[in-house]
């Protein structure tokens, strides 16, 4: 394989690893201003798993060549992973206020 084609293949390789920290962004973005549900999260979730996959099957990461985007994209998963819970907290709270008001509500009912 000429010199060419090599950085032919890892400018390819490149674009996928961009591409990938590109969508892990928007996730988090996403999941950070609330909106960890609906059809835009589950579109990106879909192409950042053809992206996994797509790469896990080329070893592109395995490459020390890609050290550094791997390290990156490690980060990105830890941040929008700890975004994910912080998320999932905030909702556990809300859910329990709420119930506390239905069961607030249910006891005046009763007592009326």
Same mark, same amino acid.
């Given at each position: 394989m000429s010199v060419n084609c090599t950085n032919i293949v890892s400018?390819?390789?490149?674009?996928?690893?961009g591409k990938l920290? #590109? $969508? &892990?962004?928007?996730q988090i973005e996403l999941v950070q201003k609330g909106r960890s549900a609906g059809k835009r999260i589950e #579109? $990106? &979730?879909l192409q950042t798993q053809i992206l996994v996959d797509e790469i896990g099957?080329?070893?592109i990461l395995d490459s020390e060549q890609f050290k550094k985007q791997k390290e990156q994209?490690?980060?990105l998963y830890a941040h929008l992973y700890m975004a994910i819970s912080a998320q999932k907290d905030e909702t556990s709270r809300q859910l329990s206020r709420v119930r506390k008001?239905?069961?607030?509500?249910?006891?005046?009912?009763?007592?009326?």
């Amino acid at each position: 394989m000429s010199v060419n084609c090599t950085n032919i293949v890892s400018d390819d390789r490149m674009l996928l690893a961009g591409k990938l920290q #590109e $969508l &892990l962004q928007k996730q988090i973005e996403l999941v950070q201003k609330g909106r960890s549900a609906g059809k835009r999260i589950e #579109e $990106l &979730l879909l192409q950042t798993q053809i992206l996994v996959d797509e790469i896990g099957l080329s070893g592109i990461l395995d490459s020390e060549q890609f050290k550094k985007q791997k390290e990156q994209i490690r980060n990105l998963y830890a941040h929008l992973y700890m975004a994910i819970s912080a998320q999932k907290d905030e909702t556990s709270r809300q859910l329990s206020r709420v119930r506390k008001g239905k069961n607030t509500i249910n006891t005046y009912r009763k007592n009326i």
